[in-house]
């Protein structure tokens, strides 16, 4: 019977064999030492990882807002928790210097758009309506919104026209989206005073409210004064020439508005408190240079329900504060809206504001 041959077996995977049989004597070797000098079997995770830093991450990595030192903020360390290291801060020379916004430490710059729009946010989106209940509250545009189409023509107009032909254009421009122009106008560029008695018009304000940003606009003296007086004898035209035609449509809603909404933005106060219309519910007198008699105001403005002086450098003084606190506000009996931005907030002041009212007066400080 003849021999049968074995066939020749594949040697090609005999190293991955020999390799295999290596590792596990090694594993086994490894294991019996460790329960020879009675060590756990597996090592430590850190003894694996051998590309973790040596210092600690909190002297690597810059410390938090707060100033303390968060060891889990460190990109590629995730953990459960933070993991706080005590002892003192480390030198200036381990950490990343920390990267600081603009107009962290200096001053704002009150001639910006963005400090304007900050300040005047509370007379321009208050939390509660302003103006009249019939009419809807045109506003700015804010951060982020798309402008509407009265807008963008607003715009071309203010940045294309400029001394007669815009005062020419404001003519046949109707109130209400002249009034749009005054508060757009206000936080972008504000408007001269060529340019604002333009848009005002012989009423002396745009369609009841009426926007004066300083250094660029003034108001006059006796402007109150001739806009009531400018008010009175157009009423007596309007009243002769309804006697004539009180059927007529023209004359129908072309009631003309009074002035409910002042602000004052970074311009001295050219005239007196006694010669403000009483019929004045938003008043703003903001970072007004010099100090302004406001004790007899509840008697001129009985009706103010949003009042805002904040960024008034002269009431921080000692005489300010006293001032505040002594103020009456409890003749101000429709109060709803008290801004004091940049004022210093007491105790005393808070419960001087809402002595004897049913409803807290929501005081804005921040």
């Known amino acids: 019977m003849p021999l049968q041959r074995t066939p020749l077996q594949d040697t090609s995977d005999a190293p991955r064999q020999v390799n295999n049989i290596l590792r596990d004597l090694r594993g086994e070797h490894f294991r019996h030492s460790r329960n020879v000098q009675h060590a ?3 090592l430590p995770t850190p003894l694996h990882v051998h590309n973790l830093p040596t210092l600690p991450l909190n002297l690597i990595y810059p410390p938090t807002e707060d100033g303390r030192r968060d060891v889990s903020a460190a990109p590629g360390h995730h953990s459960t928790r933070p993991i706080w290291l005590a002892g003192p801060d480390p030198p200036h020379s381990w950490t990343s210097p920390k990267i600081k916004g603009p107009g962290a430490d200096s001053a704002p710059d009150i001639n910006s758009s963005a400090w304007r729009e900050h300040a005047l946010d509370l007379v321009f989106f208050p939390g509660v309506p302003m103006g009249p209940a019939s009419s809807a509250s045109p506003r700015p545009l804010r951060k982020g919104e798309l402008p509407t189409l009265a807008l963008l023509s607003l715009h071309v107009i203010r940045t294309e026209c400029s001394g007669h032909d815009f005062a020419e254009i404001m003519s046949y421009i109707p109130p209400h989206l002249r009034r749009v122009l005054v508060r757009h106008s206000a936080i972008n560029y504000p408007l001269s005073q060529a340019e604002l008695g333009a848009t005002c018009g012989d009423e002396g304000h745009a369609d009841g409210e009426l926007v004066v940003v300083g250094p660029h606009a003034t108001l006059r003296s006796d402007h109150f004064r001739r806009m009531s007086s400018s008010g009175e004898s157009s009423a007596h035209q309007e009243y002769a020439v309804e006697g004539s035609t009180w059927d007529s449509l023209a004359t129908q809603g072309s009631e003309p508005t009074v002035l409910f909404s002042l602000t004052l933005l970074s311009t001295p106060l050219t005239f007196a408190l006694s010669d403000l219309p009483p019929t004045i519910t938003c008043l703003a007198l903001i970072n007004i240079p010099k ?4 004790q007899r105001l509840p008697s001129y403005c ?13 009431l921080n003084t000692i005489s300010g504060e006293k001032l ?8 101000l009996h429709h109060l709803k809206v008290l801004g004091l931005r ?3 907030i007491t105790p005393t002041l808070l419960s001087q504001v809402n002595r004897g009212r049913w409803d807290d007066v929501d005081v804005i400080h921040r």
């Open 40 to 42: 756990p079997a597996s």
């Open 342 to 344: 940049g004022c210093h």
């Open 302 to 314: 009985p009706l103010v329900s949003l009042l805002d002086i904040s960024y008034n450098s002269w």
């Open 324 to 331: 505040l606190e002594d103020y009456p506000w409890t003749k």
């Open 291 to 294: 100090p302004a008699s406001l």
